[in-house]
């Protein structure tokens, strides 16, 4: 079976300091997209940043960056001076192999963040 | 430009009553998905559809129906509500699998 697993339920960071979400994948493909979704209360889905399996570099996108570990199958996300507005669930997501037209996600972790 | 719209945003049925959540999007995506959110659970995909005309089971379909009207439309149906169909219900679009998903609001409904 395809999974996502984030084995960070809930974290905490102070504001204006830097947090890594953890997350880890199956895949046997070579070539994919990684991405994080965050879910403020709000409820909507909002893309954070997404991250191509060939490409060597991170992605960066302004205070958000990924730790991108091809052969552990890791993807991270780390967020630089984390603001109150950060606090959210975040989810990582995949599309497994064989073709299939669908994003698999991770369970979520909630971010709290402390003024 | 709207994205996807989900309509209801919000929603309380009896057990055994029937509903159907409609979904639109103006982005010209070939595959739409529906969602449900759990807690603990992250979003479990329960149909998507690869184009206009297909849909597909994803990973927990029991209880509903999917129809593609078009390729604009992808609507959810809940024949006979069950209490354990409480959720949140999340829409979604994107060019094709594997690329990144573009979500709806989300529809809170619960079940009596």
């Known amino acids: 079976a395809q999974t996502v697993t984030q084995s960070q339920p809930e974290m905490s960071v102070q504001e204006a300091e830097t947090v890594t979400l953890s997350c880890t994948y199956d895949?046997?493909?070579?070539?994919?997209?990684l991405f994080w979704y965050k879910q403020p209360p709000s409820r909507q889905m909002i893309l954070v940043i997404r991250?191509?399996?060939?490409?060597?570099q991170n992605a960066t996108e302004n205070r958000f960056s990924v730790n991108f570990q091809k052969a552990a199958k890791s993807f991270s996300l780390k967020i630089s001076d984390s603001q109150l507005g950060d606090a959210a669930m975040y989810f990582c997501?995949?599309?497994?192999?064989?073709?299939?037209?669908?994003?698999?996600f991770g369970k979520g972790t909630k971010l709290t963040v402390n003024p | 430009n709207a994205g996807v719209t989900q309509t209801p945003k919000f929603q309380v049925l009896k057990t055994g009553q029937s509903m159907t959540l409609q979904c639109a999007q103006d982005?010209?995506?070939?595959?739409m998905y529906w969602y449900r959110q759990d807690p603990g659970m992250g979003l479990r995909l329960i149909y998507y559809?690869?184009?206009?005309?297909?849909?597909d089971k994803g990973e927990v379909p029991n209880g509903y129906n999917v129809s593609r009207l078009n390729k604009r439309e992808f609507s959810l149906r809940l024949e006979s509500a069950a209490p354990s169909q409480t959720s949140v219900y999340f829409c979604?679009?994107?060019?094709?699998?594997?690329?990144?998903?573009?979500f709806g609001q989300g529809t809170r409904l619960t079940v009596v």
């Open positions: 997501a995949y599309p497994p192999q064989g073709g299939s037209e669908k994003l698999v």
């Open positions: 991250q191509e399996a060939y490409k060597q």
């Open positions: 982005m010209n995506h070939n595959s």
């Open positions: 895949t046997s493909e070579s070539d994919y997209y």
């Open positions: 979604a679009s994107s060019w094709a699998g594997r690329t990144e998903a573009f």
């Open positions: 559809s690869a184009s206009e005309g297909t849909t």
